[in-house]
């Protein structure tokens, strides 16, 4: 990782954002990626991705393959240890089930060619974000691009103060993502239902993360992007007037964009 913190930057600064979703990375962030360079070559700077490994939904890590022969689509994900890691702990902290790598492996030849195989046996990591980030480096798609990731300490150190939040604190041996909701920590069972965790006397800045509507606002206190390239579902909720310094521009279009990229 490059650290970008608390940099002056006369040249125009080019970011994207995204969850960790898929280990095959989802083709709408490839278009993000490539919307990034083309704007990169028409006016320079740099590219920045801000990897929110902050996220808890075991759903964004979703791969969407397809089988070489029949057509099919088939869903993968991570396997996780336990229901709290897999439902409530963040993406930079859940842990890989030990068999899920070579139980997935084998199910890999329906879909992929060898070269990208040999590119999921190589990589490593122990948890979802981790592993994610490691494929996508791998596959050469982040080249020459710095990364920023959410649950890093130092980034939310440096970020502006959050008067609403998640936090990152123990229930029952596992880290996991509370939302703070008037003042209690509470987690999202499902249906519109929640429950209270206990809450440290103390929530340090450092366990820290923003929601959704504040997602942009807490990163660009540290990235100071001049350009951002927006998602279609991002369009929808960014507040883009509370932004008159960044440009944004909406990623191109992709076939199929919740299918993996694979690479030829």
Same mark, same amino acid.
């Given at each position: ?18 969850? =960790? ?6 083709? *709408?962030?490839?278009?993000?990626? /490539?919307? $990034? ?13 801000? %990897?929110?490994? +902050?996220? $808890? ?31 409530? +702990? ?10 899920? &790598? ?11 060619? &060898? ?43 440096? $970020? ?39 809450? =440290? ?7 820290? +993360? ?17 350009? %951002?390239? +927006? ?9 883009? /007037?509370?932004? =008159?310094?960044?440009? *944004? ?5 992709? /076939?199929?964009?919740?299918? $993996?990229?694979?690479?030829?």
């Amino acid at each position: 990782m490059i650290n970008i913190m608390n940099e002056e930057r006369p040249e125009p600064v080019i970011c994207f954002g995204q969850q =960790p979703n898929g280990f095959f990375p989802k083709r *709408f962030l490839f278009a993000k990626i /490539e919307t $990034a360079r083309k704007l990169q070559s028409a006016i320079g700077g740099k590219i920045v991705f801000f %990897y929110h490994d +902050s996220d $808890a939904d075991y759903r964004e890590t979703i791969t969407l393959l397809t089988d070489i022969n029949t057509g099919e689509e088939v869903r993968i994900n991570f396997t996780h240890d336990n229901r709290i890691q897999k439902k409530y +702990s963040p993406l930079y902290v859940k842990k890989i089930s030990a068999s899920w &790598k070579g139980e997935t492996k084998r199910r890999l030849p329906r879909f992929l060619a &060898k070269s990208n195989i040999d590119i999921f046996e190589n990589a490593t990591g122990d948890t979802a974000a981790d592993f994610c980030l490691d494929m996508y480096i791998r596959l050469g798609i982040f080249e020459g691009i710095e990364i920023v990731r959410s649950s890093d300490k130092n980034f939310r150190m440096t $970020a502006s103060d959050l008067a609403e939040f998640f936090a990152d604190v123990n229930y029952e041996g596992e880290i996991v993502r509370a939302e703070m909701h008037q003042g209690n920590l509470r987690l999202h069972e499902g249906g519109g239902k929640y429950f209270d965790v206990a809450s =440290p006397e103390v929530i340090e800045k450092w366990q820290k +993360s923003a929601g959704r509507d504040y997602r942009f606002a807490w990163m660009q206190s540290v990235i100071h992007c001049t350009h %951002y390239i +927006s998602g279609i579902g991002e369009n929808e909720y960014l507040k883009k /007037e509370n932004f =008159p310094e960044v440009a *944004f521009i909406t990623r191109e279009e992709i /076939e199929r964009s919740d299918h $993996a990229y694979i690479p030829k």
